[in-house]
Antibody, heavy 124, light 108 residues
Framework: QVQLQESGPGLVKPSETLSLTCTVS????????WSWIRQPPGKGLQWIGYIHSSGTTNYNPSLQSRVTLSLDTSKNDFSLRLTSVTPADTAVYFC??????????????????WGQGTLVTVSS | SSELTQDPALSVALGQTVRITCQGD??????ASWYQQKSGQAPVLVIYGKNDRPSGIPDRFSGSRSGNTASLTITGAKAEDEADYYC???????????FGGGTKLTVL
């Protein structure tokens, strides 16, 4: 069974850098793409970006200037860095396996395994 | 448009059928995937592809698509289906991933 677990500080000061790690068990980060997705309190889901062990990354254009994803296959984890945070970055941050592309009549992309999420609050 | 539009809220009587829709230009070229999120929990994939369900998802959940609109149908809604539902696909460029704004489903 694939399991993902987020870890990192729950409180970050404005203008500082948010750093989170997602540890994967039951699968290898050498395979698949791996994503970060966030959810501000009471709001919807926002895809942040994904990374592959090949080094390929892809970021949400609205966050691209502040986001860096990295992956460590030896530790079987991947990480998120979000710089210059503001209170608007307060959210539950989820890590997920995907996007997985499923091909049928048309393609679809999906996130099939998710971490439980971790709340990060940006406040002084 | 690079957006996916969902009704903010819907309600369904216990045992009845409800259709949750997701509209967006990118859905002309992609099937949506659908996620159920209960309060305080992580999203769970319920539908992907043309109409595929992951193992463990009840067959009362089904998916369909017409033009630029994807639909998630719950046939015979149960109290446990009360949750937020999100659609997901790629944007019109195909380069990035987007989610719909979510639909809060109340089972009466």
């Amino acid at each position: 069974q694939v399991q993902l677990q987020e870890s990192g500080p729950g409180l970050v000061k404005p203008s500082e850098t948010l750093s989170l790690t997602c540890t994967v068990s039951g699968d290898s980060t050498s395979a698949y793409y791996w994503s970060w997705i966030r959810q501000p309190p009471g709001k919807g889901l926002q895809w942040i970006g994904y990374i592959h062990s090949s080094g390929t990354t892809n970021y949400n254009p609205s966050l691209q200037s502040r986001v860096t994803l990295s992956l460590d296959t030896s530790k079987n984890d991947f990480s998120l860095r979000l710089t210059s945070v503001t209170p608007a970055d307060t959210a539950v941050y989820f890590c997920a396996r995907g996007p997985v592309t499923y091909h049928s009549t048309l393609p679809s992309t999906l996130f099939d395994y998710w971490g439980q999420g971790t709340l990060v609050t940006v406040s002084s | 448009s690079s957006e996916l539009t969902q009704d903010p809220a819907l309600s369904v009587a216990l045992g009845q059928t409800v259709r949750i829709t997701c509209q967006g230009d990118s859905l002309r070229g992609y099937y949506a995937s659908w996620y159920q999120q209960k309060s305080g929990q992580a999203p769970v994939l319920v539908i992907y592809g043309k109409n595929d369900r992951p193992s463990g998802i009840p067959d009362r959940f089904s998916g369909s698509r017409s033009g630029n609109t994807a639909s998630l149908t719950i046939t015979g809604a149960k109290a446990e289906d009360e949750a937020d539902y999100y659609c997901n696909s790629r944007d019109s460029s195909g380069n990035h991933l987007i989610f719909g704004g979510g639909t809060k489903l109340t089972v009466l």
